[in-house]
């Protein structure tokens, strides 16, 4: 069974090449190009994923995707934009976008973004304290607080493990710096974020053995990580 795409867009000749390029890849792509009538459609066609323009007629990208995550706050949005701002990026994922791409952008960007958003959907929570995680070439023991790769173990500390459980739990979604320091520190105070920053760097060096993951920084936000 294909894929159902909603894709909202108003530039008709750009909307018509991307919406061609996805059915070529056996997406199904139910297109629309008025924010009034976007709730329409997507409680009509259940879509597995919305891909919203920011700057649309009638009503906003932003907008549109608050009113969906009233009634689904599982289905992926991914927002278009031509906009460059932090503090618009940062809207964006606080109401509930999974994703954001910048225009332009390239189809295979695109795709890639889409079928990210959708493995992360299916993906299971993770596990109880006890039990273990895949990441890559290693194994992450939650209630022993170790990362083993083959027969070699690296013992972390508490907030080494924390961290590297938060950033689980959100893999493949930007991470705000703000909500991690909160989250792992109690508050974001300066001395926290320096603290942060080593903590960063001591986890990327745990896991440079295996190119498939990765923690990129994104200025002025915070953090994704690949896995």
């Known amino acids: 069974m294909s894929i159902k795409v909603l894709y909202v867009e108003d530039e008709l000749f750009l909307g018509k090449i991307v919406k061609e390029t996805l059915e070529t890849r056996g997406f199904e792509v139910i297109m629309e190009s008025d924010g009034a009538e976007v709730l329409n459609r997507f409680e009509k066609e259940q879509p597995d994923i919305c891909i919203l323009d920011v700057m649309l007629p009638n009503r906003s990208g932003f907008e549109i995707a608050e009113d969906i995550r009233k009634i689904n706050d599982d289905v992926p949005v991914i927002f278009l934009t031509a ?31 889409i079928e990210n958003a959708l493995r992360v959907k299916k993906e299971e929570p993770i596990p109880a304290a006890g039990d273990s995680i ?5 194994q992450f023991h939650l209630n022993k607080q170790v990362l083993q790769s083959g027969t070699e173990e690296r013992k972390l ?21 703000r909500d991690l320091l909160n989250h792992i520190w109690g508050n974001d105070s300066f001395f926290n974020s320096r603290n942060l920053d080593v903590y960063i ?27």
């Open 157 to 177: 500390s508490y907030r080494e493990s924390e961290l590297l459980k938060y950033f689980f739990r959100n893999r493949q979604n930007v991470i705000d710096r």
């Open 83 to 113: 906009k460059t701002q932090t503090d618009d990026v940062v809207h964006g994922f606080k109401i509930g976008g999974n994703d954001y791409i910048r225009k332009p952008f390239s189809m295979e960007e695109l795709i890639v973004r």
């Open 134 to 138: 895949s990441l890559g070439k290693y």
């Open 201 to 227: 760097t001591k986890i990327r060096g745990y896991l440079k053995e295996d190119p498939s993951l990765e923690i990129i920084t994104i200025k002025g936000v915070g953090y994704r990580f690949i896995a």
